[in-house]
């Protein structure tokens, strides 16, 4: 939140000088309109049809969801060797995407990149959303789901403790940790924009919910010196966190002995990959954000540009990850890592690896072209066809390691049914339901944060900080 | 009821930095500022003590990591050390993930948490400066100078250092209304309200346990297919669950003595070797079945037998003692007169020890000068 001042401008020529951070004229005052008066409103028309139609497809997926926990999980594709698909493949997914909310929120505030504090809050919600969504797979997975709490540790009656070397126990607390991390973190960026509407609400009753929620913030310095530090310090923690969570997820595959999965690259294979997929999925809802709620003045071209310019170098690190992956299967002179890599390319399920390398590799290349940085048309194309490629990319790993490991005696050829895909749709539609809520109902845009980088906003003279 | 404070409000950062000074010199009372975002400086400039933030959350990690690390470690080494994937009790390096997620966690909790209960004291809904008609610019674009002194206040004083500093609007604030935290009222009604909470939950909780077993498809574990021991089934044509076993089935330590009769018995010869461990199995078997009717000694004069008025073998006698080990042993399998058999609830080396201390007990009984050692 702290911007750097940017005094030394004045003596530099044109094109050294900072570019603003937004166009047309913005002050405090007009940014608080802006923002917060969205959720003082009526919804249009638009919205409820929006609305509508992903909650049906929310409640079409739980409906099968319910299905499956009624009958067990017979009713997914899952069979021997592959016992984990759909179900694995989509909480890698979600929590991926959730990744570029951190860190936007968290590693770009580290840098000083500035930019970040316009599309932060989004950014954070969609974190906090996405992790929601993974987090239902797991729990499905293990067939009884109100028995999942025998994942914690807690001392009970059967005398048993969990298996604390076992990469799946070190995923459930590094999962919960991290929603709960991503909660507070967004909670603490959101605590100064709801005392703004808690002052603004005329309706009794709003005012008194968001003086609760607000906690009586009222913006002394004495309080946002602490607010800052712990701001930082969570932005640090989190950063760390970011990094781990996904490790961990790449534990789950890298400890053990699958070829395909035993490789010492993945965690780092993995982060990137979460990045890429995650601010792939910023930019397209960004994209209709700002077209929708008439943002273009704070989240400007430039911000999409500066995305784009991170999918592509994401995309560039993904090259290099499967490239490293067919080095390291050929350099390994292991017959049946030879046999996995050969299977991505050219096995039952090649489509897949093919599609994976094209919509994650080939695609974004078009994003060296300015033209194609800037135009809707070319990045929400990219866009798709990196969440499409970034979702196959997990089903390679998954599917075609277990389809065909050792022993050729149990290979088998794995079909999903079409509940898998009804989950699937299912978690979709709970995703943007709760971000199309969140919309409505909160700040999409840290207006605190945006206030404070605002030209004139800080002190240019005066302070004994020269 | 005196003034708590006096609020001088600004249009911009600048003009409330260059404000601190001037008021700080007329030493009126305690300088606060609200602010609707961070402004650079203004901690300096009202002199605030650095945040101990960093301290806390550095000291909270710490004790994380080393609470996940004992954790695991009692769990895993001490408690329930059971070996997976061939690693030892003391793998540390495989609790390193969970320590690092619960480091995490707790600087988290302790700077997000810490800062605001701890702190800034929050949630507070009481502070004066929330009830005033500029809080509503001062989170949104307004700057405020707040000169604090509960009680004492000079208020025109405050109002002409402020206005002097540059000040656009004054506002000055009451002091809250204070009174006794701790009332006999509060208490009963904290009490009772924990009390109407503790009974819910626990009324929720035993509902719960009860019912949730019983909820489909949580009751689906209790409904197997398969059959019960005497209950009946159509599947098979006597509509039994229980099967027979085959003709001819030998239960394990249960083998038929190799012999028709009695005397065909005489022949057998007894397997066990005579050790004190074959001879306490011998004699708790004869205490337990045995002696109630032959007597401790094996003499006859058990204690039952004058209750029912039978004449139970006496083993002492002459007879018995040339009695060939096979003939004794076939009247534990088989019973004779009245004795009834006891192959039911003696295993075949059990009615072997038994025949051995029988033999030592009539040599006890029956001891010569040559049996002292």
Request: hydrophobic share 50%.
């Given at each position: 939140?702290?911007?750097?001042?940017?005094?030394?401008?004045?003596?530099?020529?044109?094109?050294?000088?900072?570019?603003p951070?937004?166009?047309?004229?913005?002050?405090?005052?007009?940014?608080?309109?802006?923002?917060?008066?969205?959720?003082?409103?009526?919804?249009?028309?638009?919205?409820?049809?929006?609305?509508?139609?992903?909650?049906l497809?929310?409640?079409?997926?739980?409906?099968?969801?319910?299905?499956?926990?009624?009958?067990?999980?017979?009713?997914?594709?899952?069979?021997?060797?592959?016992?984990?698909?759909?179900?694995?493949?989509?909480?890698?997914?979600?929590?991926?995407?959730?990744?570029?909310?951190?860190?936007?929120?968290?590693?770009?505030?580290?840098?000083?990149?500035?930019?970040?504090?316009?599309?932060?809050?989004?950014?954070?919600?969609?974190?906090i959303?996405?992790?929601?969504?993974?987090?239902?797979?797991?729990?499905?997975?293990?067939?009884?789901?109100?028995?999942?709490?025998?994942?914690?540790?807690?001392?009970?009656?059967?005398?048993?403790?969990?298996?604390?070397?076992?990469?799946?126990?070190?995923?459930?607390?590094?999962?919960?940790?991290?929603?709960?991390?991503?909660a507070?973190?967004?909670?603490?960026?959101?605590?100064?924009?709801?005392?703004s509407?808690?002052?603004?609400?005329?309706?009794?009753?709003?005012?008194?919910?968001?003086?609760?929620?607000?906690?009586?913030?009222?913006?002394?310095?004495?309080?946002?010196?602490?607010?800052?530090?712990?701001?930082?310090?969570?932005?640090?923690?989190?950063?760390?966190?970011?990094?781990?969570v996904?490790?961990?997820?790449?534990?789950?595959?890298?400890?053990?002995?699958?070829?395909?999965?035993?490789?010492?690259?993945?965690?780092?294979?993995?982060?990137?990959?979460?990045?890429?997929?995650?601010?792939?999925?910023?930019?397209?809802?960004?994209?209709?954000?700002?077209?929708?709620?008439?943002?273009?003045?704070?989240?400007?071209?430039?911000?999409?540009?500066?995305?784009?310019k991170?999918?592509?170098?994401?995309?560039?690190?993904?090259?290099?990850?499967y490239?490293?992956?067919?080095?390291?299967?050929?350099?390994?002179?292991?017959?049946?890592?030879?046999?996995?890599?050969?299977?991505?390319?050219?096995?039952?399920?090649?489509?897949?690896?093919?599609?994976?390398?094209?919509?994650?590799?080939?695609?974004?290349?078009?994003?060296?072209?300015?033209?194609?940085?800037?135009?809707y048309?070319?990045?929400?194309?990219?866009?798709?066809?990196?969440?499409?490629?970034?979702w196959?990319?997990?089903?390679?790993?998954?599917?075609?390691s277990?389809?065909?490991?050792?022993?050729?005696?149990?290979?088998?050829?794995?079909?999903?049914t079409?509940?898998?895909?009804?989950?699937?749709?299912?978690?979709?539609?709970l995703?943007?339901?709760?971000?199309?809520?969140?919309?409505?109902?909160?700040?999409?845009?840290?207006?605190?944060?945006?206030?404070?980088?605002?030209?004139?906003?800080?002190?240019?003279?005066?302070?004994?900080?020269? | 009821m005196?003034?708590?404070?006096?609020?001088?409000?600004?249009?911009?950062?600048?003009?409330?930095?260059?404000?601190?000074?001037?008021?700080?010199?007329?030493?009126?009372?305690?300088?606060?500022?609200?602010?609707?975002?961070?402004?650079?400086?203004?901690?300096?400039?009202?002199?605030?003590?650095?945040?101990?933030?960093?301290?806390m959350?550095?000291?909270?990690?710490?004790?994380?990591?080393?609470?996940?690390?004992?954790?695991?470690?009692?769990?895993?080494?001490?408690?329930?050390?059971?070996?997976?994937?061939?690693?030892?009790?003391?793998?540390?390096?495989?609790?390193?993930?969970?320590?690092?997620?619960v480091?995490?966690?707790?600087?988290?909790?302790?700077?997000?948490?810490?800062?605001?209960?701890?702190l800034?004291?929050?949630?507070?809904?009481?502070?004066?400066?929330?009830?005033?008609?500029?809080?509503?610019?001062?989170?949104?674009?307004?700057?405020?100078?707040?000169?604090?002194?509960?009680?004492g206040?000079?208020?025109?004083?405050?109002?002409?250092?402020?206005?002097?500093?540059?000040?656009?609007?004054?506002?000055?604030?009451?002091?809250?209304?204070?009174?006794?935290?701790?009332?006999?009222?509060?208490?009963?009604?904290?009490?009772?309200?924990?009390?109407?909470?503790?009974?819910?939950?626990?009324?929720?909780?035993?509902?719960?346990?009860?019912?949730?077993?019983?909820?489909?498809?949580?009751?689906?574990?209790?409904?197997?297919?398969?059959?019960?021991?005497?209950?009946?089934?159509?599947?098979?044509?006597?509509?039994?669950?229980?099967?027979?076993?085959?003709?001819?089935?030998?239960?394990?330590?249960?083998?038929?003595?190799?012999?028709?009769?009695?005397?065909?018995?005489?022949?057998?010869?007894?397997?066990?070797?005579?050790?004190?461990?074959?001879?306490a199995?011998?004699?708790?078997?004869?205490?337990?079945?045995?002696?109630?009717?032959?007597?401790?000694?094996?003499?006859?004069?058990?204690?039952?037998?004058?209750?029912?008025?039978?004449?139970?073998?006496?083993?002492?006698?002459?007879?018995?003692?040339?009695?060939?080990?096979?003939?004794?042993?076939?009247?534990?399998?088989?019973?004779?007169?009245?004795?009834?058999?006891?192959?039911?609830?003696?295993?075949?080396?059990?009615?072997?020890?038994?025949?051995?201390?029988?033999?030592?007990?009539?040599?006890?009984?029956?001891?010569?000068?040559?049996?002292?050692?």
């Amino acid at each position: 939140m702290k911007a750097e001042t940017s005094t030394l401008d004045a003596g530099l020529p044109e094109v050294l000088r900072e570019v603003p951070l937004t166009t047309g004229p913005v002050s405090p005052g007009s940014l608080d309109d802006q923002i917060l008066s969205v959720t003082e409103t009526k919804p249009p028309r638009k919205w409820f049809v929006a609305i509508a139609f992903t909650s049906l497809l929310a409640a079409f997926g739980f409906g099968f969801i319910g299905y499956t926990v009624y009958t067990g999980i017979g009713v997914w594709g899952n069979n021997s060797p592959v016992f984990w698909a759909f179900d694995i493949i989509n909480f890698v997914f979600w929590v991926g995407i959730g990744h570029a909310g951190t860190l936007i929120s968290a590693i770009l505030f580290l840098f000083r990149m500035r930019w970040r504090n316009a599309i932060a809050r989004f950014a954070e919600a969609m974190t906090i959303f996405a992790v929601m969504c993974a987090g239902i797979f797991p729990l499905i997975h293990v067939g009884r789901p109100w028995l999942a709490f025998w994942l914690f540790p807690y001392p009970n009656q059967r005398a048993l403790w969990p298996n604390f070397r076992s990469p799946l126990l070190w995923d459930v607390f590094a999962v919960s940790t991290y929603f709960s991390v991503s909660a507070m973190f967004w909670y603490l960026g959101l605590l100064p924009d709801l005392a703004s509407m808690r002052d603004r609400a005329t309706n009794k009753w709003k005012k008194l919910a968001y003086s609760i929620v607000s906690l009586g913030w009222h913006g002394a310095a004495r309080h946002w010196q602490h607010y800052e530090k712990a701001y930082l310090l969570l932005a640090g923690l989190a950063t760390g966190l970011v990094l781990s969570v996904h490790s961990v997820v790449s534990f789950d595959f890298a400890t053990s002995v699958v070829p395909g999965w035993h490789m010492t690259i993945f965690p780092p294979y993995f982060v990137a990959g979460a990045i890429f997929a995650g601010f792939s999925m910023v930019v397209i809802v960004l994209v209709v954000v700002r077209e929708s709620m008439d943002l273009k003045n704070l989240i400007t071209d430039r911000h999409l540009e500066v995305m784009n310019k991170v999918i592509l170098g994401m995309s560039c690190l993904m090259g290099y990850s499967y490239a490293m992956e067919g080095f390291t299967a050929w350099y390994s002179q292991n017959a049946y890592l030879h046999h996995t890599f050969l299977n991505i390319i050219g096995g039952t399920y090649g489509w897949a690896g093919w599609l994976t390398i094209s919509c994650n590799i080939l695609a974004p290349q078009l994003l060296w072209l300015r033209k194609c940085r800037t135009s809707y048309f070319w990045m929400i194309l990219v866009a798709c066809s990196v969440t499409v490629g970034m979702w196959f990319e997990r089903f390679v790993i998954i599917v075609i390691s277990l389809h065909q490991d050792y022993l050729p005696s149990a290979w088998r050829i794995y079909k999903p049914t079409l509940v898998d895909f009804a989950i699937l749709l299912g978690s979709f539609g709970l995703f943007f339901t709760l971000v199309l809520l969140f919309a409505r109902v909160l700040p999409v845009i840290a207006t605190t944060e945006v206030k404070a980088i605002l030209p004139g906003a800080q002190p240019t003279h005066g302070g004994h900080h020269e | 009821m005196s003034d708590f404070a006096v609020l001088g409000l600004f249009d911009s950062a600048d003009a409330l930095l260059a404000a601190i000074p001037k008021v700080k010199a007329s030493k009126l009372g305690r300088l606060e500022a609200y602010t609707p975002y961070p402004v650079h400086g203004l901690d300096e400039a009202l002199e605030l003590r650095r945040s101990p933030l960093g301290g806390m959350v550095l000291g909270m990690g710490i004790l994380g990591a080393l609470t996940a690390l004992a954790f695991q470690y009692w769990i895993s080494a001490i408690d329930y050390p059971i070996v997976t994937g061939g690693k030892a009790p003391w793998s540390w390096e495989a609790f390193v993930p969970i320590m690092f997620e619960v480091m995490v966690a707790f600087a988290t909790f302790t700077a997000g948490l810490g800062m605001l209960f701890l702190l800034n004291k929050l949630p507070f809904f009481g502070h004066p400066v929330l009830g005033t008609k500029a809080m509503r610019g001062i989170t949104r674009d307004r700057f405020a100078l707040a000169i604090e002194a509960d009680p004492g206040l000079d208020a025109e004083a405050a109002r002409t250092a402020l206005l002097a500093a540059g000040a656009g609007e004054i506002e000055v604030l009451p002091a809250p209304p204070g009174g006794p935290f701790l009332t006999s009222d509060f208490v009963l009604r904290t009490l009772g309200g924990i009390f109407v909470a503790c009974t819910v939950a626990g009324i929720g909780m035993y509902w719960a346990i009860k019912l949730v077993p019983q909820v489909i498809p949580v009751s689906h574990m209790l409904d197997q297919p398969r059959l019960n021991a005497q209950q009946g089934s159509a599947f098979f044509k006597d509509g039994q669950a229980m099967r027979m076993p085959v003709p001819g089935t030998v239960a394990r330590g249960y083998l038929p003595v190799a012999a028709a009769t009695q005397e065909a018995a005489a022949a057998l010869v007894n397997p066990l070797p005579t050790t004190p461990e074959v001879l306490a199995l011998g004699k708790r078997a004869f205490t337990n079945r045995c002696a109630v009717c032959h007597g401790p000694l094996a003499n006859g004069q058990g204690s039952l037998g004058a209750a029912y008025g039978g004449k139970p073998a006496n083993l002492q006698a002459p007879q018995f003692l040339a009695y060939p080990d096979g003939k004794l042993y076939w009247t534990i399998v088989n019973g004779k007169n009245a004795m009834p058999s006891q192959a039911a609830d003696l295993s075949t080396d059990e009615r072997w020890a038994v025949v051995h201390y029988v033999r030592a007990l009539q040599r006890a009984q029956n001891a010569k000068d040559e049996d002292l050692p």
